[in-house]
């Protein structure tokens, strides 16, 4: 399966400010996702991130809020905009290759996020 | 929507109990199930999965079985071990016609294993 790079780790935020939370995959894959994992909460599904076009975003998500990019076939970043103390999360990456029922859904380690 | 229940934690076990923890899920149609594991300071790694009915998933020691008739993939495992304690959660996939989404989780189970 493939193995995802996922910075920062970890990070320390102002409120109002943004970050930036990237993810590199070491193979090509076909779909990347992007999930909140909220304090003593489960994941949830932010967006699919669409190679080169706008990603697809689950309900209560925007694109505003939670911009993101995929250029190519093994890279996306998620912003994290105008942060709020609720917004304090680990934000992770995954990645699924062409036969999901197969390799079955690769995840980065996470970006542990706290918004003071 | 589709949604994944699973039994709350912490659940604690001495060493070489028998452990279940139970799940069960709302869906259409015949979607793919799957256990994840999270150790300590680690990310998620793929446990076992099962794509259909009567499938059973094992690795490490683990199985579940693909349950329809009861929407139910319980995660069992005959004897655990102090290495064994991690937060478990169970996914499943929808059954969308060949693309890929994204998987719905449940809350995970905090699984602490006393020597």
């Known amino acids: 399966s493939a193995v995802i790079s996922q910075k920062p780790s970890r990070d320390i935020c102002q409120r109002g400010t943004s970050l930036t939370i990237q993810c590199q995959v070491d193979?090509?894959?076909?779909?990347m996702f992007w999930y909140r994992q909220q304090p003593g909460q489960s994941l949830t599904l932010i967006a699919t991130?669409?190679?080169?076009?706008?990603?697809?975003?689950e309900s209560g998500f925007v694109i505003d809020k939670f911009p993101i990019s995929r250029p190519n076939l093994t890279f996306s970043t998620l912003t994290v905009s105008n942060m709020s103390p609720e917004d304090s999360s680990i934000y992770l990456c995954?990645?699924?290759?062409?036969?999901?029922?197969?390799?079955?859904?690769?995840f980065g380690s996470g970006t542990r996020l706290t918004v003071v | 929507g589709d949604s994944v229940t699973q039994m709350e934690g912490p659940v604690t076990l001495s060493e070489e109990a028998f452990l279940t923890i139970n799940c069960t899920y709302t869906a259409t149609g015949y979607p793919s199930l799957f256990w994840y594991v999270q150790y300590p300071g680690e990310g998620l790694q793929l446990l076992l999965k099962a794509t259909k009915a009567d499938d059973k998933g094992s690795n490490k020691g683990f199985e579940a079985t693909y349950r329809k008739e009861t929407t139910s993939f319980h995660l069992e495992k005959g004897s655990v071990q102090v290495s064994d304690s991690a937060v478990y959660f169970c996914?499943?996939?929808?059954?969308?016609?060949?693309?890929?989404?994204?998987?719905?989780f449940g809350k995970g189970t905090h699984l602490i294993i006393q020597p």
């Open positions: 995954s990645a699924v290759t062409y036969d999901a029922l197969v390799g079955g859904y690769t």
């Open positions: 193979s090509q894959v076909t779909m």
């Open positions: 996914a499943l996939r929808p059954n969308s016609g060949g693309g890929a989404d994204g998987l719905t």
């Open positions: 991130a669409n190679q080169g076009s706008e990603a697809t975003y």
